[in-house]
């Protein structure tokens, strides 16, 4: 079946520009995870949603991120007034369940946003 | 929160050689242990994981192991091929299953 998928493979954008990443879970996923990766890093966790509600956002970095998840399969991840530190490639992940102990997540292959 | 450090950050081994990557973590909470593997400009793929009530997990030439006392585990891959090449990353769960601290990754490279 289809995996993880994630639009727009690249964005470039200007300082101060508002930009949405989406994300297209597995069919049946019930948990999703946004992540960022800088260069040369491991990926960051932003937030994970259990169904449409956001379970932990603890990594999200300031206000100006948000995400969404109304119909708990996309999700939508949004970045307001964009900084040139934004520049990274975001990351998307789901698994079959959130449980406690972990369960496999599959990757989507990232959105790379330059901000100019 | 969670601290994750990885080493070395860069390997370099003969094919045929083993290989061996190691990372500790902070928060004796932590409960799940996957490792990826990430070939450039891919997306990080699950290679193996090990869970907090076991010690040692293996899957052909890769195996995991866990000491919850020093709070470490560890990636060994024997008879390392060219295509093992790529860059390593060790994760940390906690309580809460959805958070993660990723390691910064251990770029192997396998020469031939």
């Known amino acids: 079946g289809a995996g993880v998928s994630q639009t727009p493979s690249n964005k470039v954008t200007e300082k101060g520009k508002y930009v949405e990443l989406r994300c297209d879970p597995i069919s049946g996923h019930t948990a999703l995870y946004w992540y960022r990766q800088s260069l040369g890093q491991g990926p960051e966790f932003l937030i994970y949603f259990q169904g449409t509600g956001a379970a932990d956002d603890s990594g999200l970095p300031n206000d100006r991120f948000f995400a969404v998840r109304p119909e708990g399969s996309v999700s939508t991840l949004k970045i307001q007034r964009t900084e040139r530190g934004d520049s990274a490639v975001y990351l998307c992940a789901s698994s079959l369940t959130g449980s406690s102990g972990g369960t496999e997540q599959f990757f989507g292959p990232g959105t790379r946003l330059t901000v100019l | 929160g969670e601290n994750v450090e990885q080493h070395p950050s860069t390997l370099s081994v003969q094919e045929g050689d083993s290989a061996v990557i190691k990372c500790t973590y902070s928060?004796?909470?932590?409960?799940?242990f996957p490792w990826y593997k990430q070939e450039l400009g891919k997306r990080p793929q699950l290679i193996i994981d090990i869970r907090s009530n076991v010690g040692e997990k293996k899957d052909q030439r890769i195996a995991v192991t866990l000491n919850k006392t020093a709070k470490h585990f560890s990636l060994h891959i024997t008879e390392t091929q060219p295509e093992d090449s790529a860059v390593y990353f060790c994760a940390a769960y906690g309580t809460n299953a959805g958070k993660s601290t990723f390691g910064d990754g251990t770029t192997l490279t396998v020469k031939p």
């Open positions: 928060d004796s909470a932590s409960n799940y």
